[in-house]
């Protein structure tokens, strides 16, 4: 019984002590959220555009005739110069045809100098001299389009580039009406990046870069770059050459092409990557991404009003630069945002700020201080 009672006497002290100290605990304050202060700025937004690459030169290798490929000269990858000797197809059956053609040929002639002194000396008529020399010119005729299919039989390379793969091995019977090219020389000194825009881009494109004609919006268009499937950016700039004149009625998409140089031939014709084109908008406001958050389908962020109490605000937003969303509405120059941990606030919370720099901002001190120095 003494034992109970030492227990109970003790518990009580514990909880006697416990609330002591809770009452002497001074209060929490509003907890800490960092805020930036939102101001007009100069902002640079990159429109970014599925791509593909070609070289500047693209060509499939075709034979003319129809044959077996005794030789392949070159491999998968190989370099190549133009003329260089790239396959050799068997022409022993067209070797024979022109063997028979030239023998033709040689009857043809024969006739003809048997029929000229005859005629000379006017015992056949003419038409008969005729009628042998026109068909000298069509065993000429014959040969020489032979001659020519055997020529075709020797395969070379029209361009400087790159052999792409092969198809067709050594001994391969391929046909000149074969859906497979025999294979594909690509020249990437210059590699072009074709993208498309949609009616909307495009005539966001043509209200944004001046110029009366295509020619002079692509001129006043700046440089470009690309974005590499390991995600990073090629060091090379491209400039957009060229633009389809009319929309595809079946997609709605209208053609591009941006040409960058490859001198370290690091791209290669058939591959992929992101076209980042940059347009530049004066007094914007800029957010940080971490600052919005989604709401039944509608960007919200938070405010800070009087009193430093919150209040959720619908905005909307037109791309992005850098790290930051670019808002259209919803938020005027002044206001002060909360630009992390938005998913422990709700309206009328108040918060102790805690004030953070724009980058951007920060930058621009820097670089005036250090002019001033």
Do not use: W
Not at 56 to 67: C, L, S, T
Not at 282 to 291: E, I, Y
């Amino acid at each position: 019984m003494k034992n109970i009672t030492f227990s109970l006497i003790a518990i009580m002290l514990v909880f006697a002590s416990c609330k002591k100290k809770e009452e002497q605990a001074p209060p929490q304050g509003p907890a800490p959220f960092p805020v930036r202060t939102i101001s007009l700025q100069d902002a640079v937004v990159y429109q970014e555009y599925s791509a593909n690459l070609e070289g500047q030169h693209n060509v499939e290798i075709r034979p003319k005739v129809n044959g077996y490929i005794q030789k392949i000269y070159v491999d998968e990858g190989q370099v190549v110069k133009k003329g260089q000797l790239l396959f050799k197809l068997e022409t022993q059956t067209l070797n024979q045809d022109a063997s028979a053609a030239k023998a033709s040929v040689q009857a043809a002639q024969v006739e003809v100098d048997r029929l000229k002194p005859l005629v000379d000396r006017k015992i056949i008529s003419v038409v008969q001299l005729e009628t042998a020399k026109a068909k000298l010119a069509q065993a000429k005729s014959t040969y020489g389009s032979i001659a020519a299919n055997i020529g075709y039989g020797t395969i070379v390379s029209p361009v400087n580039g790159v052999i792409g793969g092969l198809p067709f091995r050594e001994g391969s019977l391929v046909s000149a009406t074969s859906e497979v090219p025999l294979t594909t020389v690509s020249d990437t000194k210059i590699v072009r990046a074709y993208f498309s825009m949609n009616e909307k881009q495009l005539l966001f494109f043509n209200k944004t870069f001046k110029g009366a004609t295509t020619a002079e919006k692509l001129k006043s268009a700046p440089p470009v770059s690309l974005v590499l499937v390991d995600n990073t950016e090629y060091d090379q700039k491209g400039k957009i050459a060229t633009m389809n004149g009319l929309v595809d009625s079946a997609t709605g998409n209208t053609q591009f092409r941006a040409d960058f140089n490859n001198p370290q031939g690091i791209l290669r014709s058939g591959s992929t990557g992101i076209l980042r084109l940059p347009i530049e908008q004066k007094n914007v406001m800029l957010v940080p991404q971490n600052a919005i958050f989604e709401v039944q389908g509608k960007q919200t962020l938070y405010i800070v009003e009087k009193g430093n109490k919150v209040k959720s605000t619908i905005v909307e937003t037109n791309g992005t630069s850098g790290l930051d969303f670019i808002v259209t509405s919803g938020l005027k120059d002044g206001d002060v945002v909360i630009v992390e941990g938005a998913s422990k606030l709700k309206d009328d919370m108040e918060i102790t700020p805690q004030p953070v720099k724009d980058p951007a901002v920060e930058t621009a001190e820097t670089k005036n201080t250090s002019a001033k120095k």
